[in-house]
């Protein structure tokens, strides 16, 4: 079955514990990306690639990063978390940039 | 810049009521639409999506849109609505180097 894992579904951390959200797609993607969603702010972009080795910022890199090492999975590292990177994030993964997009169930993040 | 404009942020209707829910956008070159859902609880869903062609797709569970080039307008639209189509709605546009999301709009039905 395609699909896009993310995980975990639920975190709670405190401030300044790094973490990883990880993502993997079966589907032979090339391009991945990373989303959060916030109430009325909609889905904004965070980091996407384009292939292995290649990624660039999105519309909110800041406290983020990411790297693509294997085309199947794109990890998502919080350095230092802090309370307003509370959101809701989703990877997203298309065969190429600007096409169907596949998604993940989400993480829902709580930084206290 | 590039930008994916959706002008309403919650719409409350009655069921069988019509919908159309608005977006607009501001990107150079071909793009790609799409309007995705998203249930309560769920990931984003792909509604239907436009490449190329006719300007008028038909997506699942009888959803529409529009494309309209000289106005940069890419409207969902359907005749009906039932209570199971509250979601939130999002409009999206790619090209070959990125997808942008609109800010969604929230569909309440009420039965």
């Known amino acids: 079955e395609a699909q896009v894992t993310q995980n975990p579904r639920y975190l709670i951390t405190v401030t300044g514990k790094k973490l990883t959200v990880t993502c993997s797609q079966n589907?032979?993607?090339?391009?991945m990306s990373w989303y959060r969603q916030d109430p009325g702010l909609g889905l904004r972009q965070i980091y996407y690639?384009?292939?292995?080795?290649?990624?660039d910022k999105g519309d909110v890199p800041e406290g983020y990063k990411v790297s693509r090492k294997e085309k199947r999975n794109f990890p998502l590292i919080l350095e230092s978390p802090s309370p307003n990177q509370t959101s809701l994030y989703f990877c997203?993964?298309?065969?190429?940039?600007?096409?169907?997009?596949?998604f993940g169930q989400g993480t829902r993040l709580t930084v206290v | 810049a590039q930008s994916v404009s959706q002008h309403n942020h919650h719409v409350i209707l009655s069921e069988a009521a019509s919908l159309e829910l608005g977006c607009n956008y501001s990107?150079?070159?071909?793009?790609?639409l799409f309007w995705y859902v998203q249930y309560p609880g769920q990931h984003l869903q792909l509604l239907l999506k436009?490449?190329?062609?006719?300007?008028l797709v038909k997506g699942i569970k009888g959803f529409e849109a529009e494309f309209i080039k000289s106005k940069f307008s890419f409207n969902l639209r359907k005749p009906s609505v039932q209570w199971s189509d509250t979601a939130e709605y999002f409009c999206a546009v790619g090209n070959n180097n990125d997808m942008r999301f609109g800010a969604g709009t929230r569909l309440t039905v009420k039965p």
């Open positions: 589907m032979n993607h090339e391009y």
């Open positions: 690639s384009m292939n292995v080795e290649v990624t």
């Open positions: 997203a993964s298309s065969r190429i940039a600007g096409v169907k997009a596949f």
């Open positions: 436009y490449f190329s062609g006719d300007p």
């Open positions: 990107y150079g070159g071909t793009v790609n």
